[in-house]
DNA sequence: CGTCATATTGACTTTAGTCAATAGAAGTGG
DNA sequence: CCACTTCTATTGACTAAAGTCAATATGACG
């Protein structure tokens, strides 16, 4: 059940057998969650820690009393509900974007666990460190420069992200979004996103068939999105994966 | 030279006397700094640890190499060059808005410094944690909604936070930035800054007398940019100032 | 007094939003 | 498998927001 958290967080620093065993005997349930439905609402108070297991959520904040919501990152498979296990609260909601398999554990045991395993703790911490990476990323790239741009910068990120989840290759990914929902992310509505994907598909960038996004150049469109992928720490991680294997 | 720093740190888990003046202790260098100029630049390798003794400076991003920097957030006087001062390295630069005085701590004295007190630990990584609370902020602000919004939510904003460290009063503060700095750090042109300011002024949300900024009405702002401080934490920093006094 | 940075204005272009309608796809029950 | 509903994608026409260019004030300061 939690394989995709072990899995993402063996990346960040190498767990111990121990540390894998007692985190996977955790009390846990599972449960399933409908796209659009919250995964946890704003404001509530602290309880379980949520894991993504299956599926693709998004952290967001109502704006003026609920009428806009803006999307604040994505939440893949593997990931927690808390950017920081050891904050004190949410001061955001989580929000299904596709159907989703999230993982319950008791608070109380978890934490223990961390203060037990100081290197579990370490890998939630370089966990939330790539967040919050990711986070000023999306603060750079979105409200600067033109939604073609931030689009083709999002669809990269994304190619990357949802790839080491096994969501995709080297040059596509299964696309778990509707257009309405890549338009609120963006914060741009749904018709001009359309446009804009109608632009970059004419301009050879991407290529969609069913729900695969493909880029028929990585070349060309990471150079149109000014696309970098060193925040997403692919290379460390992988390097830090095959450290541990020797 | 670091009365800031120790202020600040002092409402996120009162110090002990001794972690106070270790810190005080420790070496380090005065650096002035002119508006516009580089306190950290981009990918520079981890050096000294910077704080702002006095100005302001932001942290900031460039895109599309180097055509446009993105201002990612204020480091304001207390305020240290990196969110988690235990991280690797700093994805983003700073750059001084207003001229800066900096102090330079030797790195080495200073992680050990933070290992010997856990506390002093413990109020940097919540200082960190409030500052991933505002770049979520600002990320929620901008790029969802018009720019006026923006820009009043930016400006209740920063009342706020300079009121904390005395550049400003209840319903005022002193203004550091240009027009073309509000500019930048929003995302858009001077001219419309500009103009949206007129307009800001015409509802009689905003007076600006000399480098002043005044708020005839707090409500009305704050209402007119959906603004609400609980994420700036400042009641629960006062309210543990308040019980450390005790 | 002259110079430089900052603020302001006007005219015009581009980008994005809104409204409304239509076309396609996917899913559901019979 | 088909008819039907519903969600998603697409299009056109029009409006509003923001950018660009260029000129002109206004102020701070040596």
């Given at each position: 059940?939690?394989?995709?958290?072990?899995?993402?967080?063996?990346?960040?620093?190498?767990?111990?057998?121990?540390?894998?065993?007692?985190?996977?005997?955790?009390?846990?349930?599972?449960?399933?969650?409908?796209?659009?439905?919250?995964?946890?609402?704003?404001?509530?108070?602290?309880?379980?820690?949520?894991?993504?297991?299956?599926?693709?959520?998004?952290?967001?904040?109502?704006?003026?009393?609920?009428?806009?919501?803006?999307?604040?990152?994505?939440?893949?498979?593997?990931?927690?509900?808390?950017?920081?296990?050891?904050?004190?609260?949410?001061?955001h909601?989580?929000?299904?974007?596709?159907?989703?398999k999230?993982?319950?554990?008791?608070?109380?045991?978890?934490?223990?666990?961390?203060?037990?395993?100081?290197?579990?703790?370490?890998?939630?911490?370089?966990?939330?460190?790539?967040?919050?990476?990711?986070?000023?990323?999306?603060?750079?790239?979105?409200?600067?420069?033109?939604?073609?741009?931030?689009?083709?910068?999002?669809?990269?990120?994304?190619?990357v992200?949802?790839?080491?989840?096994?969501m995709?290759?080297?040059?596509?990914?299964?696309?778990?979004?509707?257009?309405?929902?890549?338009?609120?992310?963006?914060?741009?509505s749904?018709?001009?996103?359309?446009?804009?994907?109608?632009?970059?598909?004419?301009?050879?960038?991407?290529?969609?068939?069913?729900?695969?996004?493909?880029?028929?150049?990585?070349?060309?469109?990471?150079?149109?999105?000014?696309?970098?992928?060193?925040?997403?720490?692919?290379?460390?991680?992988?390097?830090?994966?095959?450290?541990?294997?020797?």
């Amino acid at each position: 059940m939690l394989s995709a958290l072990i899995q993402k967080l063996d990346l960040f620093g190498p767990l111990s057998d121990e540390a894998r065993n007692r985190l996977r005997k955790l009390p846990a349930r599972l449960l399933s969650v409908a796209p659009h439905d919250d995964i946890v609402r704003e404001k509530e108070p602290r309880g379980d820690v949520r894991v993504i297991c299956e599926g693709i959520a998004a952290r967001t904040k109502s704006l003026d009393g609920g009428d806009r919501q803006a999307v604040l990152g994505f939440v893949l498979p593997g990931e927690v509900d808390e950017s920081d296990p050891l904050a004190d609260a949410l001061d955001h909601g989580i929000v299904a974007l596709s159907p989703v398999k999230v993982a319950l554990l008791a608070r109380q045991p978890f934490d223990q666990l961390l203060l037990e395993f100081p290197d579990l703790a370490r890998a939630f911490r370089r966990m939330a460190r790539l967040n919050e990476g990711i986070t000023r990323m999306w603060l750079a790239n979105m409200g600067q420069r033109a939604a073609d741009r931030q689009t083709a910068h999002l669809l990269c990120e994304m190619q990357v992200r949802l790839c080491a989840v096994g969501m995709g290759g080297a040059d596509w990914f299964t696309n778990p979004l509707t257009q309405e929902q890549f338009a609120n992310v963006l914060g741009i509505s749904a018709v001009h996103m359309n446009r804009v994907m109608q632009h970059l598909r004419e301009l050879g960038l991407i290529r969609i068939e069913n729900h695969v996004l493909r880029f028929p150049s990585l070349a060309r469109i990471h150079e149109y999105a000014g696309f970098d992928p060193a925040y997403l720490m692919t290379d460390a991680r992988v390097r830090a994966h095959e450290q541990a294997a020797e």
